[in-house]
């Protein structure tokens, strides 16, 4: 690799090894990439919590009136998993970690613009996602509700005991924490950017990461209230809910999806990102059509504020056309991200290193939840699919295409940056491999098992269904994807005891972060390359291929 | 105009066609929806289901092509092509295209499925609760209910004539699932649901409750009956000797 930058890294390494003691440090800690590394860490244990819950969730159901656990332990299973992975891991993993990490270094800044209340966040998270985890432990359990909790299920009398109040609490801890993150990434991208780097300078995944920061402010506050407004009616005698007070339960549902929905894109959003960071760089080629692909982002925010109601079709109470015109019209600029990506390794050079097969295996997985999600657009294939496997199926292939696929997409990409050291890429490939069977062959039959009549969140089904046989495809393959899984901490671990250094910019990536050393010093930069376009870093190590318009030589460093 | 009327022929030769063969085109897994307003869905859910196969066909084929014919053949760096505007418009206006059609064969459906009858032939009251579910035929002041886990009320239902439902709840909420008319719908507290069946051939099914409502959500189930005419008189006059002389 010929970088230009890479001969600053011996200088900052010297001065930055022998940081203040280690757990003093780690509660303490403002610096930005700390704080990312933690929310890393947390999120990904409580994934790997949640994965677990779900293998035990399949087990059950891999007999006909299985007996593995009971109807209520099932239940608070289905519930944490659900609340874990979607409060605690795929949102935190995103907007905590990565963005925390990535997003300063992105745009040249030496922190995040608020790095207490970053610190304060984190914490938050951290208590809120462990008072989630403690309703297990209370006589009658975790939350059992399913984690959209609709009322009056959730409420009272129907879901008495702390567990519920745990899982209320957590949520609202977990939700100040987004909110405070939303508000340091918005301030930090606005105001913290390097001299030189215009808006539409920006790389793809900080453009997303902003339209992401303004998606929690509008999402979560509605979430918030709403939870409020629960505890209020469990504890206070509050009637927001419940019929008998005159409240108006189906409220719930309206405020619970008016943050749902747009929640859905706040988890993809960042996803999308890492692809449009890692294609462009695997198949040595600038993203075709950066703009389009800005507004595609700015579409589907704006679009996603307007969805909720696709979520309350069978409710009777919505309508139905307008609902169904947006969902339907969300695919738009969705698709346009998914051409785009295509467009971009057209006539490239691809490298299939680890990071761009998991981006490859993402896109596949993407578009087939995709377009099961455009069926699920059209209200009567929606009566008819709502709440069965088929759905389950659906969200499931979004989210893991994002959270996993396109995650590790971003970890394999990141880590020699974050750690200074590489992954393997034998066991990345195998990590890869194994994990895409297990996802195909989990969740392709729940569609079937959807389409035949399956409703989700149950613990038993008759073998008189014709279940079974689907079923014991779908179990079989959780447990192929969580072999998969494993080997990704076998990986790690690999890396911890045998470490091999990476470079500075190991991918020849063409952005800010890969203009400092592996891992960075604390202040991030000793010296930023000149930017005069989206790809600094590809400008100055590639100078015959440019994306900058050519300068006039004279002072000027990167003119030779 | 000539040439436009004979293409505009062919059209309408072939839509004819597709609308013959449309019993030839597999179910895709689905249920046939086996009421008049279920089995619109099914024909709509056959149309989805074409569209996503040549949609996502071609976006795999793309995909896969690209990733054989561009891998990594040395170290020459490719071209650097920052993107074409035509193509950008072309991929944002065809997916538009698309999902308009889609949505206008989505609301005709969607109207003849939340269709009620001014005039039913049947009404049936359903009303759902921790963990079963009540059926009540106002014309014959007959009614079926959950009797306690696992002693099933049904639902039985004449072929061929169109009943209206009326659906609540009683506690929190639930979903009235019939897989085999490809319907469901939510039992709301404070919100009562119409909608109607017209049931097309004489069958038997398991009915489900699919929105999760606590406990034994997975045992809240129904059966349902499509009977003839004739048999569902006896099976009426036989329930209400039954209720009378309880």
């Known amino acids: 690799m010929t970088s230009l930058l890479s001969t600053e890294k011996t200088g900052s390494q010297v001065e930055e090894s022998h940081p203040p003691g280690g757990f003093y440090r780690w509660i303490t800690s403002v610096d930005h990439k700390v704080i990312g590394k933690n929310y890393m860490y947390t999120a990904l244990t409580f994934m790997f919590i949640a994965g677990a819950m779900a293998l035990l969730i399949r087990t059950q159901l891999f007999n006909p009136n299985g007996h593995v656990v009971g109807q209520q332990t099932y239940n608070e299973l289905f519930t944490i998993h659900g609340s874990m992975m979607l409060y605690l891991f795929a949102g935190p993993f995103a907007f905590g970690g990565f963005a925390n990490y990535i997003v300063p270094l ?28 403690l309703g297990f432990f209370t006589a009658s359990g975790a939350a059992a509700f399913g984690w959209v909790a609709y009322a009056p299920l959730s409420s009272n009398p129907y879901s008495p005991g702390p567990g519920p109040d745990l899982w209320i609490v957590s949520i609202a801890l ?31 995944f900080t453009w997303s990461m902003l339209v992401t920061g303004i998606l929690i402010l509008v999402a979560f506050p509605v979430l918030t209230a709403a939870l409020v407004m629960l505890y209020a009616d469990r504890h206070f005698g509050a009637h927001f809910f419940s019929v008998q007070g005159g409240g108006v339960p189906v409220m719930w549902q309206n405020l619970f999806w008016f943050f749902g929905h747009p929640e859905v894109y706040i988890l993809a959003l960042p996803f999308f990102g890492i692809i449009s960071e890692v294609v462009p760089v695997f198949a040595r080629k600038p993203i075709f059509g950066y703009r389009g ?5 700015l579409a589907i925010a704006g679009l996603s504020t307007g969805v909720w109601a696709h979520h309350m079709f069978t409710t009777g109470t919505v309508l139905l056309p307008f609902f169904s015109a947006l969902s339907l019209l969300i695919a738009v600029p969705t698709g346009i991200k998914v051409f785009t990506w295509i467009a971009t390794i057209w006539g490239g050079q691809i490298r299939f290193g680890v990071p761009m097969l998991f981006a490859m295996g993402f896109i596949p997985a993407f578009v087939m939840g995709g377009i099961t999600g455009v069926m699920l657009a059209s209200p009567p294939i929606d009566f008819y699919t709502h709440d069965t496997y088929f759905v389950v199926a659906h969200f499931h292939q979004v989210l893991i295409a994002t959270t996993i696929f396109a995650g590790f997409a971003g970890i394999y990409y990141w880590y020699p940056k974050i750690t200074g050291r590489m ?47 689907l079923n014991r495809v779908s179990t079989v393959g959780a447990y192929v994807m969580a072999i998969g899984m494993a ?12 470490p091999v250094a990476a470079e500075d910019n190991p991918w020849d990536g063409a952005t800010l972060e890969w203009a400092t050393s592996s891992p960075p010093p604390t202040h991030n930069f000793h010296s930023l390359p000149p930017i005069r376009s989206a790809r600094p870093v590809w400008d100055a190590n590639h100078p015959e291929h440019s994306d900058a318009a050519p300068v006039i030589a004279g002072g000027d460093e990167s003119a030779h | 105009m000539t040439r436009m009327a004979r293409a505009a022929r062919a059209a309408s030769v072939v839509a004819a066609g597709l609308v013959l063969a449309s ?18 869905t099914y024909h709509l859910w056959q149309g989805f289901f074409i569209a996503s196969v040549f949609v996502g066909g071609i976006t795999f084929l793309l995909l896969g092509f690209a990733l054989v014919r561009f891998r990594r053949r040395g170290d020459a760096i490719p071209k650097q092509v920052h993107g074409n505007t035509k193509l950008e418009v072309f991929y944002t206006v065809v997916p538009v295209l698309i999902v308009a059609v889609l949505f206008v064969f989505t609301v005709r459906v969607e109207n003849k ?16 609760f921790q963990w079963g579910w009540k059926f009540y035929y106002p014309d014959y002041k007959v009614t079926t209910i959950t009797q306690g886990v696992g002693a099933y009320p049904t639902l039985e239902l004449p072929v061929g004539e169109t009943a209206t439902f009326r659906l609540v709840s009683n506690d929190v909420v639930h979903g009235f699932y019939l897989p085999q008319f490809d319907f469901s719908r939510y039992a709301l507290p404070g919100v009562t649901n119409y909608f109607d069946f017209t049931p ?9 409750c699919s929105q999760l409502c606590g406990l034994y959500h997975a045992e809240m189930l129904f059966s349902v009956h499509v009977v003839t005419p004739a048999q569902f008189a006896r099976w009426i006059s036989n329930h209400q000797e039954s209720q009378v002389t309880k």
């Open chain 2, 200 to 208: 097309q051939r004489t069958a038997s099914f398991t009915g489900r």
């Open chain 1, 293 to 297: 692909m800005v507004f595609a982002t």
């Open chain 1, 106 to 133: 992105q745009i040249g800044a030496p922190d995040m613009a608020f790095p207490r209340l970053n610190n304060l966040s984190y914490w938050l998270f951290l208590t809120g996602g462990s008072t989630m985890l």
């Open chain 1, 174 to 204: 977990v939700g100040f924490s987004g909110i405070f993150t939303g508000v340091n990434l918005v301030t930090t991208i606005f105001y913290l950017r390097a001299p030189g780097l215009t808006m539409f300078r920006m790389p793809l």
């Open chain 2, 23 to 40: 019993c030839k085109i597999p179910s895709f897994g689905a249920y046939h929806g086996n009421t008049v307003q279920g089995n619109s």
């Open chain 1, 423 to 469: 992954l393997s890429e034998r066991i990345g490939r195998w990590n890869f491999w194994i994990t895409y069977l297990g996802f195909w062959v989990t969740f392709m039959p729940q569609y079937l098992l959807g389409l035949r009549g399956m409703p989700r969140r149950i613990a038993v089904y008759s073998a008189t269904d014709g279940f079974t046989f």
């Open chain 1, 487 to 498: 080997l990704f901490l076998v990986n790690v671990v690999r890396s911890w005891r045998r």
């Open chain 2, 113 to 128: 499925v939340d269709a009620v009858s001014n005039h039913p032939n049947l009404r049936v009251d359903v009303t759902a």
